[in-house]
Protein backbone atom coordinates (compact mmCIF):
# COMPACT_ATOMS: atom_id res chain seq x y z
CA UNK A 1 0.00 0.00 0.00
CA UNK A 2 1.83 3.00 -0.98
CA UNK A 3 2.08 6.02 1.60
CA UNK A 4 -0.31 8.88 1.87
CA UNK A 5 1.12 11.63 -0.07
CA UNK A 6 1.87 15.24 1.80
CA UNK A 7 -0.40 17.83 1.14
CA UNK A 8 -0.17 21.31 1.85
CA UNK A 9 -3.86 23.06 2.21
CA UNK A 10 -4.90 26.42 2.54
CA UNK A 11 -7.94 26.87 4.46
CA UNK A 12 -9.57 29.62 6.48
CA UNK A 13 -6.56 32.03 5.93
CA UNK A 14 -4.20 29.01 7.36
CA UNK A 15 -2.14 26.44 5.42
CA UNK A 16 -2.15 23.16 6.63
CA UNK A 17 0.05 19.92 6.12
CA UNK A 18 -1.62 17.03 5.79
CA UNK A 19 -0.87 13.26 4.92
CA UNK A 20 -3.58 11.74 2.75
CA UNK A 21 -4.27 9.43 -0.17
CA UNK A 22 -4.50 12.16 -3.03
CA UNK A 23 -8.35 10.66 -3.89
CA UNK A 24 -9.34 11.04 -0.17
CA UNK A 25 -12.45 13.15 -0.50
CA UNK A 26 -11.59 17.06 0.56
CA UNK A 27 -14.60 16.21 3.37
CA UNK A 28 -13.16 13.92 5.25
CA UNK A 29 -9.54 15.72 5.65
CA UNK A 30 -11.58 18.57 6.41
CA UNK A 31 -13.67 16.83 9.30
CA UNK A 32 -11.38 14.13 10.42
CA UNK A 33 -7.66 15.77 9.77
CA UNK A 34 -8.64 19.18 10.46
CA UNK A 35 -11.37 19.21 13.10
CA UNK A 36 -13.83 21.55 10.89
CA UNK A 37 -17.25 20.36 11.52
CA UNK A 38 -18.98 22.95 9.62
CA UNK A 39 -19.08 20.73 6.23
CA UNK A 40 -21.33 17.69 6.76
CA UNK A 41 -21.49 14.34 5.54
CA UNK A 42 -24.58 14.06 3.71
CA UNK A 43 -25.13 12.06 0.87
CA UNK A 44 -21.32 11.27 -0.33
CA UNK A 45 -22.59 11.40 -3.73
CA UNK A 46 -22.68 15.47 -4.31
CA UNK A 47 -26.31 15.36 -4.34
CA UNK A 48 -27.40 16.91 -0.87
CA UNK A 49 -25.43 20.14 -0.60
CA UNK A 50 -24.51 19.95 3.17
CA UNK A 51 -20.83 18.84 2.66
CA UNK A 52 -20.80 22.69 0.82
CA UNK A 53 -17.79 24.56 0.34
CA UNK A 54 -16.10 27.58 -1.18
CA UNK A 55 -13.06 26.82 -3.60
CA UNK A 56 -11.85 30.19 -4.33
CA UNK A 57 -14.61 31.60 -3.35
CA UNK A 58 -16.86 29.19 -5.69
CA UNK A 59 -18.67 27.00 -4.02
CA UNK A 60 -18.24 23.01 -4.20
CA UNK A 61 -19.56 19.88 -2.95
CA UNK A 62 -16.15 18.81 -0.77
CA UNK A 63 -17.78 14.75 -0.51
CA UNK A 64 -16.73 14.41 -4.15
CA UNK A 65 -13.51 16.46 -4.74
CA UNK A 66 -10.24 14.67 -4.22
CA UNK A 67 -8.26 16.41 -1.53
CA UNK A 68 -5.24 16.74 -4.24
CA UNK A 69 -7.69 18.88 -6.23
CA UNK A 70 -7.80 21.93 -3.06
CA UNK A 71 -4.14 21.56 -3.26
CA UNK A 72 -2.77 25.25 -3.67
CA UNK A 73 -6.52 26.83 -3.93
CA UNK A 74 -7.69 28.82 -1.40
CA UNK A 75 -10.55 26.62 0.81
CA UNK A 76 -13.16 28.34 3.29
CA UNK A 77 -15.45 26.69 5.73
CA UNK A 78 -18.15 27.76 7.75
CA UNK A 79 -15.88 28.36 10.38
CA UNK A 80 -14.25 30.86 8.35
CA UNK A 81 -17.30 32.90 7.34
CA UNK A 82 -16.66 35.03 10.73
CA UNK A 83 -14.44 37.74 11.21
CA UNK A 84 -13.70 40.07 14.15
CA UNK A 85 -15.72 37.67 16.36
CA UNK A 86 -18.71 38.61 14.61
CA UNK A 87 -20.66 36.30 12.51
CA UNK A 88 -20.80 36.99 8.77
CA UNK A 89 -24.58 38.41 8.09
CA UNK A 90 -25.63 35.56 6.42
CA UNK A 91 -24.96 33.50 9.35
CA UNK A 92 -26.77 36.08 11.53
CA UNK A 93 -30.30 36.58 9.43
CA UNK A 94 -30.23 32.10 9.78
CA UNK A 95 -30.21 32.36 13.28
CA UNK A 96 -32.57 35.96 13.31
CA UNK A 97 -34.97 34.13 11.07
CA UNK A 98 -34.86 31.16 13.17
CA UNK A 99 -33.97 28.95 9.69
CA UNK A 100 -32.78 25.67 11.38
CA UNK A 101 -34.85 22.83 12.75
CA UNK A 102 -32.94 19.89 12.74
CA UNK A 103 -29.62 22.07 11.17
CA UNK A 104 -28.21 19.38 9.01
CA UNK A 105 -28.26 21.20 5.58
CA UNK A 106 -27.47 25.23 7.14
CA UNK A 107 -24.03 24.82 6.22
CA UNK A 108 -24.61 24.13 2.87
CA UNK A 109 -27.63 26.71 2.79
CA UNK A 110 -25.25 29.53 4.20
CA UNK A 111 -22.01 28.55 2.05
CA UNK A 112 -24.71 29.45 -1.11
CA UNK A 113 -26.03 32.29 0.08
CA UNK A 114 -22.41 33.63 0.92
CA UNK A 115 -21.32 32.94 -2.80
CA UNK A 116 -24.73 34.21 -4.40
CA UNK A 117 -24.19 37.46 -2.18
CA UNK A 118 -20.79 37.78 -3.09
CA UNK A 119 -21.70 37.94 -6.90
CA UNK A 120 -25.45 39.63 -6.78
CA UNK A 121 -25.89 41.90 -3.66
CA UNK A 122 -29.39 42.18 -4.66
CA UNK A 123 -30.84 38.64 -5.72
CA UNK A 124 -34.86 38.31 -6.71
CA UNK A 125 -36.50 35.49 -4.28
CA UNK A 126 -36.34 33.70 -7.55
CA UNK A 127 -32.80 33.98 -7.85
CA UNK A 128 -32.36 32.67 -4.22
CA UNK A 129 -34.59 29.74 -5.04
CA UNK A 130 -32.88 29.15 -7.98
CA UNK A 131 -29.36 28.62 -6.11
CA UNK A 132 -30.38 27.10 -3.24
CA UNK A 133 -32.94 24.43 -5.37
CA UNK A 134 -30.14 21.72 -5.04
CA UNK A 135 -29.33 21.88 -1.64
CA UNK A 136 -31.94 19.69 -0.06
CA UNK A 137 -33.89 20.31 3.45
CA UNK A 138 -35.87 17.71 4.77
CA UNK A 139 -37.04 19.66 7.88
CA UNK A 140 -39.02 22.14 5.70
CA UNK A 141 -37.53 25.20 6.63
CA UNK A 142 -37.30 26.37 3.33
CA UNK A 143 -39.41 29.48 3.65
CA UNK A 144 -37.49 30.41 6.86
CA UNK A 145 -34.64 30.02 4.77
CA UNK A 146 -35.00 32.49 1.84
CA UNK A 147 -36.35 35.33 4.60
CA UNK A 148 -32.71 34.78 5.72
CA UNK A 149 -30.93 35.06 2.69
CA UNK A 150 -33.38 38.32 2.00
CA UNK A 151 -32.53 39.62 5.20
CA UNK A 152 -28.45 39.08 5.19
CA UNK A 153 -28.74 40.63 1.46
CA UNK A 154 -30.75 43.77 2.72
CA UNK A 155 -28.10 44.16 5.47
CA UNK A 156 -25.16 43.91 3.77
CA UNK A 157 -26.18 46.30 1.62
CA UNK A 158 -26.84 48.46 4.57
CA UNK A 159 -30.99 48.81 4.02
CA UNK A 160 -31.63 47.29 7.60
FE1 LIG B 1 -21.71 16.12 -0.38
FE2 LIG B 1 -24.26 15.36 -0.07
S1 LIG B 1 -22.57 15.08 1.28
S2 LIG B 1 -23.41 16.61 -1.63
Known amino acids: MP???R??????????????????????????????NGPKFGCGLGECGACTVL???RPLRSCILPV????????TTLEGLASGGQL???QQAFIDEQAAQCGY??????????????????PSEA????ELKYN?????????????????????????
Not at 68 to 75: D, E, K, N, P, S
Not at 106 to 116: D, E, H, P, Q, T
Not at 127 to 130: D, F, K, S, T, V
Open 127 to 130: EIRQ
Open 88 to 90: HPV
Open 7 to 36: LQLSVNGAVWDVAADADTPLLYVLRNDLGL
Open 55 to 57: LDD
Open 136 to 160: LCRCGTHIEILRAVALAAARMRGQE
Open 3 to 5: APA
Open 105 to 122: CLNGMIMMAKALLDRNPA
Open 68 to 75: AGAAGRQV
